[in-house]
């Protein structure tokens, strides 16, 4: 009887041996894969980094194109007002008309009718 009872111990530790063996294969694949996971977590938040680094970038960017619109259109303030470019604008182009009109008379002298 002590054989056979020796043979099932032996049996049921053999069979505890590769069942342990199994869970250790477990814990080495399920850490490995949570390595990988906090890798992946960890590159990703880089990326997130850079990306709203790179959009705080290009804002302050924006701002600055903006802000040098406005000024070149005489829209912030100390700049030129929209109704005195409006008259500039309108007294150039009285002041070509006239010019070419004053050129017109001394380039074509009108002749007498004969």
């Excluded at 250790?24 to 992946?40: A, E, F, Q, Y």
């Excluded at 590159?43 to 990306?51: F, I, S, Y």
């Amino acid at each position: 009887m002590s054989t056979s009872r020796g043979n099932v111990e032996d049996t049921y530790e053999a069979q505890n041996d590769q069942r342990l063996d199994d869970l250790h294969s477990k814990l080495r694949t399920l850490r490995g894969v949570t390595t990988d996971i906090h890798d992946d977590v960890e590159r990703q938040n880089l990326m997130l980094d850079d990306t709203g680094n790179t959009f705080s970038s290009f804002g302050a960017s924006l701002t600055q194109t903006s802000n040098r619109a406005r000024q070149a259109f005489g829209l912030g303030p100390g700049s030129l007002k929209t109704s005195r470019i409006v008259l500039y604008i309108v007294g150039g182009f009285i002041g070509l008309w006239v010019v070419f009109k004053v050129w017109g008379w001394w380039s074509y002298p009108s002749s007498p009718p004969a």
